[in-house]
Every structure is written in C-alpha cells, then in structure tokens.
C-alpha cells in the first residue's frame, strides 16, 4: 500500500494528531533591566565596567601642607559589606547596578564613632521603591519595610534636574534593544513557533487534492515530530522557506543592534568584541585605546564613585580610584617613560623602582654601575651585536 494513501472514515486529521503551537507571533519585546542581560551586548559592556572600576586599588588621601598624603582606610573602605563582603565585590556589584539602572541602594547597618556608615549591605535595585513628598525626598522602602534617608545608601548617576534617581541606560536604550529582541523572538517564531510556514512539502509530478495533501502533511509531521525517518518516492521535495535569508537578515540586524548598544552604555564596541567596520585595534596603539576610553568613557563614572566614597569618611579625606592598572604598557614604553620622568626630574629612580616592585638600588649595586659606566658619568653605549643591527 502507498505511503500517501487514505486511513478511511476514522483517520485524525493533522490538527488532532499534532498539538498545536504556541500562538507567539514577532513583534515587539518588552525591555527590563533582567531582560536586557540576554543580550550578550549589554552584558559585555556592564561586564568591563564594573570588572575595570572594582578591580582599581582603593587610597585614602589628605592634604598636608599641600601635599598629597596617604592615610590608613576605615574598615567601611576595606569591607564595606562586612567580613564576607569585600571592597572588590561591593564595587562590582554597585557599579553593575549603576550602569544598569542608575541607581545603587544599600541599608547602612552599622555606624561608627563619628556617625559615619561602619557598614552597608547592598540590596536589590527591584526591592526599592523611593517615596517623595511635595518634592523632597522622604523615605525608602525595601522589601515592604520604610526607611529613613540617613539609613540608606543610595549611589546614582545619570541624573536630570528635579529627579531623585538615576535613570537608567535601559531604558533610553529599550527601543534599540527592543529591536534586537524582537528579531529574536522572530527567528523563534520563524523556525520553532510556526510564525509562517516553516517548510514546503511538494510533489513534483503531479497536482495534490486537498485531502491527499491533508494526509501526507499529517504523515510527514507525524515522523518528523519524533526526529523518526522519512520515507518518500522520487516524485516529493521538501525544502525549508526563505531560512538562509531570514538567518542572514536576523544576524546583520543583531550586528547593528551591539552597536547600538555599545553606544548607550558608553563602551566602544571593539572593546566588547563587537565587529567594528573600518577601524582596528593594533598591540602599537592599544595603551593609547585604553587611555581614550579611561578619559572619555569610564573616566566620569570613576570620579563620581570617589565623591560618593569620600563621603564616607570625615573632611579633609578624600577617596582616589587607582586607574593606573588600566594603563599598564609594554615593557618597552613603560621604561621608556620612567627614563623620560628621570631625565627631567620629575621622579626619582628610587620611586621607578618602588612602581615596578623593586627595592631601593643596594651599595654593592651602585657600585657595579660605577665599574661598567664609570662614577658620575652617562651609561656608555652598549657595543653591537655581531650580525645584528648597530
């Protein structure tokens, strides 16, 4: 008997045999702050930021005499969240929060001899809801329970005038963002959801009646559906409709989406590994990528976060993020900028020294110099090497 043939008066039909699809069709996609992470874009650029700004040493400075002094951090400096929270985790989970939603929120939970905040645990940006009455700030409440404003930590940026909060990236970027969701849930829908018709089922020699083709679509879904084979004459092809355009058009789509993104959450996409066309990062000019992204990009965020830090702690002390290990050069152009500080006197060779780890030059060290360069002269000029370059 034919593979295609009738199964009489009691044959189900393929709407009884096949369950039927979730009725999702493509369209527009509502963007949260949890819902934005599925983009890799987002997650990558809110990834670099907190990793560069948490991963900066924390210095406590004042000012003597006009000089820049170091003094010892309180212990809110150190572990702010107590014992088994860390500065580095604090400042990640806070600057995450920042970037994400523009606001970062904590209970102060203990205080030390001068009423400053001892301790602060962050909690949920979602569990906060700010209470303003006749346009002052009032109170907070988290997780149902009021709040008084001097017992919460509350870090913003991205501000606008009259507002108590930050605002947030997302939200100025859910539109983008949207679009790149959206074409997500259209490439489910395209392949998965039976948004349109995901293939076609033809015989090639001969016209179908209705009720043939009724039962061959109920037959071929019924072995598909179970990853089972297939089994047909020479006379039948199937082919998927338009998929290599739609997967074509949903990834250019996706590509000017990252960029897109990139663009709101003030992180260039080539540091993200976002394709970026007519421009490449090189080894020869990556210290002077990282410099411009320092100042253009991540530098305002880290002069917020020390006045935030500063005020911690009492008056004339001030906080400083180290952004020096954002700037670590080859070897070659560190030295060559520790001799330029020298030759002109603006660092000792002791303090060189001191940055790279070293300790102070011994006697027996100077010494040597005198034996190889002769006391109180240049170095001498290294002689060539054979065949190499003079």
């Known amino acids: 008997m034919s593979l295609f043939s009738g199964r009489g008066a009691h044959a189900q039909s393929a709407d009884q045999l096949i369950p039927p699809r979730h009725a999702q069709r493509a369209g527009s996609a509502t963007v949260t702050a949890d ?10 650029c809110l990834r670099l930021r907190a990793n560069l700004v948490s991963t900066m040493p924390v210095d406590l400075y004042r000012r003597v005499g006009g000089i820049q002094v170091e003094v010892p951090k309180p212990p809110v400096l150190i572990n702010p969240g107590g014992e088994s929270v860390s500065m580095l985790e604090w400042l990640y989970s ?55 404003p001097a017992d919460v930590w509350h870090e913003k940026q991205y501000t606008m005038s009259g ?40 015989n090639t020699a001969k016209t179908i009646a209705p009720d043939k083709a009724e039962e061959t679509k109920r037959r071929f879904k019924a072995a598909t559906a179970n990853q089972d084979l297939f089994v047909t004459g020479q006379d039948w092809e199937y082919k998927m409709i338009q998929a290599e355009a739609a997967g074509a058009d949903w990834i250019e789509a996706k590509r ?17 590994d976002a394709a970026v066309s007519g421009s490449a990062v090189t080894y020869a000019n990556m210290t002077q990528r990282n410099l411009q992204f320092l100042v253009m990009s991540l530098g305002p965020a880290i002069i917020r976060r ?40 603006q ?36 002689p060539a090497i054979p065949g190499g370059t003079p």
């Open 163 to 202: 507002l108590h909060v930050g605002l947030s990236p997302v939200a100025y970027a859910a539109w983008s963002i949207g679009e790149y969701l959206s074409i997500q849930q259209f490439a489910l829908d395209w392949f998965s959801n039976g948004a349109v018709p995901s293939a076609h089922l033809k």
């Open 306 to 345: 020390e006045a935030a830090l500063s005020s911690l702690t009492s008056r004339p002390r001030f906080v400083k993020l180290n952004a020096d290990a954002l700037l670590r050069m080859d070897p070659q152009a560190r030295a060559a900028m520790f001799r330029t500080q020298i030759e002109s006197r």
């Open 35 to 44: 819902t934005a992470l599925r983009n890799s874009a987002v997650w990558a």
């Open 94 to 148: 806070s600057q995450f929060d920042l970037d994400r939603s523009g606001n970062c929120f904590g209970l102060v939970t203990a205080k030390d001899g001068l009423g400053f905040p001892a301790r602060i645990e962050l909690v949920p940006v979602a569990d906060v809801t700010v209470i303003i009455r006749k346009g002052k700030l009032h109170k907070y409440r988290i997780g149902g329970t009021e709040y008084e």
């Open 256 to 272: 000017y989406g990252i960029g897109d993104i990139a663009r709101f959450f003030d992180c260039p996409g080539d540091l993200i």
């Open 347 to 382: 660092l000792a060779p002791s303090e060189a020294r001191e940055l790279e780890d070293r300790p102070p030059f011994t006697d027996s060290q100077l010494a040597e110099f005198d034996r190889l360069f002769g006391k109180g002269t240049t170095p001498a000029p290294q």
